[in-house]
């Protein structure tokens, strides 16, 4: 079965990267890192799922959107073929804590599958993998489902 990728973007401080290690770590899970210019470069093969920093902290005009994941989101095929985000945000950011992945759902209508603080917990990764494995199981069933029409 095939596991849904999770592109993700990570600053400096690698917060969001050892979360998204942890998911290929815990389940073997495709992760690509959209800092790296060839993978913002190409288009996602299928569905996939992003994993995306929110940087607004306190300036309501400050675009909370990582570049490199603007460029990504450039292209028209993934655009369509996200279908889902998981947020990651600093609680110290108050009304703005998860701003990049609740604007991003709102302007593409795709849900927001899970949010977690900083790099997260193990439970938070252990409840992130489980709600991808149901994402898989999902998509499994659906791609059975669209076989068996006549």
């Not at 770590?25 to 190409?42: E, I, K, S, Y």
């Not at 985000?85 to 599958?113: C, D, K, M, T, W």
């Amino acid at each position: 079965m095939r596991k849904v990728p999770v592109y993700y973007y990570s600053s400096v401080s690698n917060l969001t990267g050892r979360f998204a290690e942890r998911l290929a770590l815990t389940n073997a899970r495709p992760v690509f890192n959209l800092a790296d210019r060839a993978v913002r470069g190409r288009e996602a093969e299928g569905p996939w799922v992003l994993l995306t920093p929110s940087y607004k902290a306190g300036n309501a005009n400050q675009v909370t959107l990582p570049t490199p994941v603007r460029a990504f989101l450039r292209s028209p095929m993934n655009r369509r073929r996200l279908i889902g985000i998981i947020g990651s945000g600093n609680r110290n950011f108050g009304i703005h804590y998860q701003a990049a992945a609740r604007e991003l759902a709102q302007v593409s209508g795709r849900p927001v599958l899970f949010e977690f603080e900083l790099s997260g917990t193990p439970e938070d990764v252990d409840r992130c993998v489980e709600i991808l494995k149901r994402l898989d199981d999902a998509i499994a069933a659906a791609a059975r489902d669209a076989d068996a029409l006549p």
